[in-house]
């Protein structure tokens, strides 16, 4: 297997986004203000917890974003969910990154626990998604675990995150 990129920058993300990376038809980031990442810091096919793959991903808080005006006024926090779909988008990045073709989409999650909240005061959220299965049928099928860390603190933790690719119907 030829060397892959396993860093990419937020560049990286946005031509993911615009069909640039995987091609027409394939694993697509969402755009801004949807990408809830900024860098990938590292993705394997082998590593992680389970040997069948990782990545690591990173975003920056600003006081600034988007939720933070509407959810809630008074008392801002990230929505959950949020950080779940960045879960999702990163856990179908890499079956794109594996070569996988077909649209991509978040098919559930067995288990998500949160303890903690993003607030405009904090700096970094990290990703952190261990994969547990990869099956490559007609559906390519991506299983994994994540975690999700705000300045160095779990704040989620989620099994079972589901995210398929599927080539379009005709």
Same mark, same amino acid.
């Given at each position: 297997m030829s060397e892959r990129q396993t860093v990419f920058d937020k560049d990286d993300l946005l031509r993911? *986004?615009? *069909?640039?990376?995987?091609?027409? =038809?394939? *694993?697509?980031?969402? @755009?801004?203000?949807m990408l809830m990442a900024d860098r990938i810091t590292d993705i394997s096919a082998d590593g992680g917890e389970h040997g069948k793959g990782h990545i690591d991903a990173e975003f920056d808080i600003k006081?600034? @974003?988007?939720?933070?005006?509407?959810?809630?006024?008074g008392n801002p926090v990230m929505p959950g969910c949020l950080g779940l779909d960045g879960l999702w988008q990163l856990t179908g990045f890499g079956l794109g990154w594996r070569g996988f073709k077909g649209q991509g989409f978040a098919l559930g999650a067995? !288990?998500?626990?949160?303890? =903690?909240?993003?607030?405009? +005061?904090?700096k970094l959220l990290t990703y952190r998604i261990?994969? +547990?299965r990869v099956i490559?049928?007609?559906?390519?099928? =991506?299983?994994?675990?994540?975690?999700?860390?705000?300045?160095?603190?779990q704040i989620y933790a989620v +099994? =079972? @995150?589901?995210?398929?690719? *599927? !080539?379009?119907?005709?």
């Open positions: 993911c *986004a615009r *069909a640039e990376m995987f091609g027409p =038809g394939n *694993a697509q980031l969402p @755009l801004p203000p006081p600034d @974003l988007w939720f933070f005006e509407c959810h809630f006024p067995q !288990e998500v626990k949160f303890s =903690g909240m993003v607030r405009p +005061t904090n261990d994969y +547990t490559d049928r007609k559906l390519k099928l =991506g299983v994994a675990d994540g975690k999700v860390y705000v300045d160095g603190e +099994t =079972g @995150l589901k995210v398929g690719l *599927a !080539e379009p119907q005709s």
